[in-house]
């Protein structure tokens, strides 16, 4: 039975890929920082609905000692980790005036560096075991969509593709290593923060017309964690509706 470790699990996306993975016979590592109850209610979710087993891990992500630790409690209690999903992210949207190097740092550690820490701790496993899947969860916002308010956030993402492309070299042949962009989802969080005339701008630059839902999300990771996709690896998959 394999299992899969994934960041930021307590979010509305990490729950996503969590259900969808679950779904698919796979025990599942929650990874999260500060929403213990949403992890403990996940858990429970999980382990009633699929019958599979689950550990929840807190662990602050810009902490080194803390990522060594999520990854040596994940390995004593399931030996191997066959699938990591690097999903968490920090941003802080600011005008680019009260933009500073602590904040910047920051995003940088968790949403760049501790991927990179986490998939050298597991890469390493997986060719050893010669089996393994990692999807780093990134952004068209790397790619070709600029917000000044979030440069420090884009510069994350656009290191996590060149990240993606380094590790997919590193662990050939056995790891497939790929990220996913999501463009625009529609999260609760995203819906609070967003005036409606600015959601409407932004739906009207999407030929689908809407904000992506997160199980969407979750569906690309399960086709990439299948056999069906055993042959893509060093890819970067947009998921935008289209966004122009």
Not at 12 to 40: C, D, F, Q, R
Request: aromatic letters at 8%; proline letters at 2%; one cysteine or more.
């Amino acid at each position: 039975m394999k299992t899969a470790l994934i960041t930021g699990a307590t979010s509305e996306v990490g729950m996503a890929i969590s259900k969808i993975l679950a779904s698919n016979n796979i025990n599942i590592v929650i990874h999260y920082h500060t929403k213990e109850e949403i992890a403990l209610n996940l858990k429970q979710e999980l382990e009633n609905t699929y019958n599979i087993e689950c550990i929840c891990i807190k662990a602050d992500l810009t902490k080194e000692d803390e990522i060594n630790n999520l990854y040596k409690k994940a390995i004593e209690r399931f030996k191997k980790i066959d699938i990591l999903i690097n999903n968490a992210a920090l941003d802080k949207p600011d005008i680019f005036d009260n933009k500073n190097k602590n904040d910047f740092k920051k995003i940088l550690d968790v949403n760049l560096i501790a991927p990179f820490l986490l998939s050298k701790l597991i890469g390493k496993d997986m060719v050893k075991n010669k089996y393994g899947k990692i999807i780093n969860i990134t952004s068209t916002n790397g790619i070709d969509t600029n917000y000044p308010m979030c440069l420090d956030y884009d510069a994350s993402k656009a290191g996590l593709i060149s990240l993606t492309h380094n590790l997919a070299l590193e662990f050939k042949p056995i790891v497939n290593v790929n990220a996913i962009a999501p463009g625009w989802v529609n999260t609760k969080k995203d819906m609070e923060d967003l005036d409606s005339e600015y959601i409407k701008e932004e739906e009207s630059k999407i030929y689908k017309e809407r904000f992506g839902k997160v199980e969407e999300i979750a569906y690309l990771v399960e086709f990439l964690i299948s056999e069906k996709a055993e042959y893509i690896n060093n890819q970067v998959i947009r998921i935008d509706g289209g966004m122009y």
